[in-house]
Structures are given as structure tokens and as C-alpha cells.
């Protein structure tokens, strides 16, 4: 006899969502449930019973990072079965975003009830993804073999590893890391469009990472070089939270560069044309958006790269993490580094670029003063202007009296 509490207990667990779902008003919605089909559509259904009909029943749902719960009149049929079909090309959601959704029914005598939430990751489906996880990395993939699996999963732990020592910070929360086959795939999957040169998107709030790897003699270098990249976004994202807008590009693109396990020559050798052609990009033009052409983003990377990396090695972790900080605290691109290491950014700038580029620091300092030398110049000749004008008009007075 003594187990029969514990029984009725377990019993009373076991019949809460029905409970939960009834209410007060004697309407019940079962059956919660959602399928899709990437990019295309979203489908949402449940089962209503009630006594008395139905007046108005709604599906409301919430894609994460939206502000905005989306609400979507609906109508049972006559067994009260309720769908949606939530087309993509009509009302656009976010790929790889975690949905909640929920119903809410109302009767003819003013009764309403609510029912459970349901949620689901809206993640490409369209390919047959195979997955290998831990409790820090979550990585799927579907070309390549368990051994190309195997040799990503272990990349993206290494890229981790390194991110966390860098930044100072734990994983957290699982990382999803998705591997397509091509860039074109990545595009597609999050309508970049165009960007052919695009191969990996972070989106580092929803903690999920995209890279384009395809299987072969290159895929070692390109696991070491795109995983740990996109990783770092997200745990550099998990650092600073919604302060993340704050950082300048230069600086969130620069670590992730550095959280790359293999060299990138091409961005050796931009660097090198770019300093000896002197048409290299000023650090304060990265603060903002990268070039949109090719040529410009390319070289917009490889100079962060190697100005987050002459900063590292300059200031040390303590001082990276003191720039981020101060960035993140909301001071502007010059002022962050004011802060955190004493020094404006141009000279910052003309700093790395004669040591790191080897570039004349006099020939750049006259560049970055070149504005204020005119100014003083303008300043220091208007006195003698008028010095000039007035013994002009003192020769002609005595001219006129002669």
C-alpha cells in the first residue's frame, strides 16, 4: 500500500499536458506537431476537441533572434484537425533558428485554451547529413566518408580548444557545425547570392557555423583553415553577447583568422603587393563593412589578420581581451584603442606597418598629419596675407599723395 501515492503521482505527471492543454474550459488540443521542407515550407498541425464549436483558433510562433511572435489566424475542420502551411517565399525565416510555436482556440461561449509549445531547429534538410558529437561540438556532414567526418569533428575540437585559450572563455552551450560540399551549397542554403568567393557563414547567436569543404587532397587544409574560423565567431559572440555589434570588423575578423590552423598564403602574398604597390587599406576603413569586390575583401582580411596578430604579439592575450572589452563597452573604433592599449588607432596602424610590412613610418606619419600640416600652413600664411595687403595699400596711398 505504500506505493500507491507514488503511483498516483506518477499518473498525475503523465496526464499534465492533457491537463495543461484542457484548461478550465473543457477544450482539449492534442497532437502538436510540425514538419518542413527547407526553403520551401513549414508545416504546423494539432487536434482540437471541444464540446461547443469552435469560434477562432490561432497559431502563433517565434522564430529565435526575432522580436516579433508571428500570428496566423487558423480554422479546425469539421473533426478539428487545424494545419498551417507557412510558406518560405511569403514570410522569409531565419535558417538554422530554433522556432517555438504554440495554438490558442476559443468557443461560441467565450472559452479558450492554450496548448503546449512546441519547438524544433529550422536546419537544412534537404541533404543526408551523418553527425558526430560531443558536449561542446555537434558536427554533421554529407559527403566524405566517417573518416572525412572524423577529421573535421576533430578540427572543429582543435579550432575550440584554441578560440577558448585565446579569448579566455568556455564553449558553453552545444556548437553546430554544418559542412557542405561546396560554396554554391552554402550560399544557397542562406540566400547570400552572388558571393561565389563566400565559402562559411557564422551566425554566431544562433550558435551555428557553415563551411564549404569538399572531399579530397585538400580537405585537411581547408577543415584547419574554415572550422576554427567560424568557430571563433561564435565563442568571440558568447564573450560578448549583444555587445558583439560593437566590435569593429577588423578586430572580429582578425581573431577568427588567427584561430586558423593552417597559413593562408594568398593573404601573404596580397599583403605584400598591397605594401609594395602602396595601396594598402587604412585599419580605420575596416572598422565598418569590408569591400564588397573580391580583390578589396580580400585584402581587407589578410590585413586583419595580420594587425590582430602584431596586436597579439605586442600586447598579449591580457591586452586583446582589454581591446574587446573596450569595444564592447560601446567606445568608438579610435577610442577602444585609446583606452585599451594607449595609443590611437593610426599609430597603431603606422606602428604595424613598419614593423610587420617593413613600410617607411615617416612617409606614412606625413600622410596622417598631411590634412593638419595644410591646415597649419593656411593658418601660419594668413597673418602674412594681410602683412602683404596692408604695405600693398600703403605704397599705393603714397603713390596717390606723390
Known amino acids: 500500500m505504500r506505493r500507491l501515492p507514488a503511483i498516483l503521482i506518477s499518473l498525475g505527471l503523465l496526464f499534465a499536458p492533457a491537463l495543461h492543454a484542457r484548461g478550465q474550459s473543457g477544450i482539449q488540443i492534442n497532437n502538436l506537431s510540425h514538419s518542413y521542407f527547407f526553403g520551401e515550407e513549414i508545416v504546423f498541425s494539432a487536434r482540437v476537441v471541444s464540446a461547443a464549436p469552435i469560434q477562432e483558433a490561432y497559431l502563433f510562433f517565434l522564430a529565435e533572434g526575432d522580436q516579433v511572435t508571428r500570428l496566423i489566424p487558423v480554422q479546425p475542420d469539421a473533426d478539428g484537425f487545424i494545419e498551417y502551411r507557412h510558406l518560405i517565399a511569403q514570410g522569409m525565416v531565419r535558417p538554422f533558428a530554433r522556432l517555438e510555436y504554440w495554438f490558442q482556440v476559443t468557443d461560441v461561449n467565450g472559452q479558450s485554451a492554450t496548448s503546449e509549445h512546441g519547438s524544433f531547429r529550422y536546419a537544412d534538410n534537404r541533404y543526408p547529413w551523418q553527425t558526430l558529437e560531443d558536449e561542446e561540438i555537434r558536427l554533421h556532414w554529407y559527403a566524405g566518408d566517417t573518416l572525412f567526418g572524423q577529421a573535421a569533428f576533430d578540427a572543429a575540437r582543435a579550432g575550440l580548444r584554441k578560440a577558448e585559450s585565446y579569448l579566455g572563455a568556455q564553449a558553453g552551450e552545444i556548437i553546430e557545425v554544418y559542412v557542405y560540399a561546396s560554396a554554391t551549397d552554402v550560399q544557397d542554403a542562406l540566400s547570400l547570392g552572388g558571393q561565389t568567393w563566400v565559402g562559411g557563414h557564422a551566425s554566431p547567436d544562433l550558435g551555428v557555423a557553415l563551411v564549404s569543404i569538399e572531399p579530397g587532397e585538400n580537405q585537411g587544409l581547408e577543415m584547419a583553415r574554415q572550422i576554427p574560423h567560424e568557430i571563433a565567431h561564435i565563442l568571440l559572440y558568447r564573450v560578448t553577447g549583444a555587445s558583439y555589434a560593437n566590435l569593429p570588423t577588423w578586430l572580429v575578423e582578425g581573431i577568427a583568422s588567427q584561430m586558423e590552423q593552417a597559413t593562408n598564403q594568398e593573404y601573404i602574398q596580397v599583403l605584400s603587393l598591397a605594401g609594395e604597390n602602396d595601396i594598402l587599406l587604412p585599419i580605420a576603413s575596416l572598422c565598418g563593412p569590408f569591400p564588397v569586390d ?34 564592447a563597452d ?73
Open 294 to 327: 573580391v580583390s578589396g575583401a580580400i585584402l581587407a582580411y589578410a590585413e586583419s589578420e595580420s594587425f590582430v596578430r602584431y596586436l597579439h604579439t605586442t600586447y598579449g592575450t591580457s591586452g586583446l581581451q582589454l581591446l574587446i572589452r573596450s569595444y
Open 330 to 402: 560601446g567606445l568608438d573604433c579610435d577610442q577602444g584603442a585609446r583606452q585599451a592599449l594607449g595609443l590611437p588607432l593610426s599609430q597603431l596602424d603606422a606602428r604595424w606597418q613598419q614593423t610587420v610590412l617593413g613600410q617607411d613610418i615617416v612617409s606614412l606619419a606625413l600622410q596622417n598629419l598631411s590634412p593638419y600640416l595644410a591646415i597649419l600652413a593656411l593658418i601660419l600664411l594668413i597673418p602674412v596675407w594681410r602683412v602683404q595687403a596692408k604695405k600693398g595699400e600703403a605704397s599705393t596711398d603714397e603713390r596717390r599723395l606723390k
